[in-house]
């Protein structure tokens, strides 16, 4: 598959078969993400593959919604804000930014190999970090539920036009 179909492809999944993700597909998705740019190649990032019960359902409490119960496994994207680079001109702390492009090739590469993801940031931090027992300077940024998706639906691309978003400065 092309990047450029992968890219089309990607949709969030909200609805998972009980099918569970297997330890192997783990190892490819977190390759792809380990070879994620980021600022100064600081890599600050930690990434937690939740599969026991009882840590789901801590993460659960977190994020109360139905059907993010039914996904096998959660990955809890993570950064290190003591590790990321901070530009000396304002001190912007590029972490955020660092861990999103290496979600971005999970999901991409989910996609690929078949599997769903959807990218949940609306839950409560501080319950994760509690649930994951996470050290003080690990902030919980991302959770990924990832497993087989129950349905087959067509990407629905609500989107800005490419026109409306690019600006030339000719
Ligand atoms: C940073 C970020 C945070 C998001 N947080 C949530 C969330 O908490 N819950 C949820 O159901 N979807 C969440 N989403 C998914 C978006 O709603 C979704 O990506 C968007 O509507 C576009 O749909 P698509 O992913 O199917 O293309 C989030 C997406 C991003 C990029």
Request: with cysteine; charged share 25%.
């Amino acid at each position: 598959m092309s990047i450029k179909q992968i890219i089309i492809d990607r949709r969030s999944v909200r609805n998972f078969e009980m099918r569970p993700v297997s330890r192997q597909t783990i190892a490819e998705l977190m390759e792809a993400v380990r070879l994620a740019p980021s600022a100064c190649n600081k890599q600050p990032w930690a990434f937690y593959v939740v599969e026991r019960a009882d840590k789901l359902a801590g993460l659960r409490s977190a994020y109360n919604r139905e059907w993010f119960a039914t996904a096998p496994t959660v990955i809890v994207a993570c950064g290190c804000h003591s590790e990321s680079w901070h530009r000396a001109a304002d001190g912007k702390d590029h972490c955020d930014i660092d861990v999103a492009i290496a979600i971005d090739h999970l999901t991409l590469l989910a996609t690929e190999m078949g599997l769903g993801t959807c990218w949940v940031c609306n839950f409560d931090t501080a319950a994760v970090a509690k649930a994951l027992d996470l050290p003080d300077d690990v902030e919980p940024i991302a959770m990924i539920p990832i497993g087989y998706a129950t349905d087959a639906v067509k990407p629905d691309k609500n989107r800005k036009s490419a026109d409306f978003i690019t600006h030339f400065i000719d």
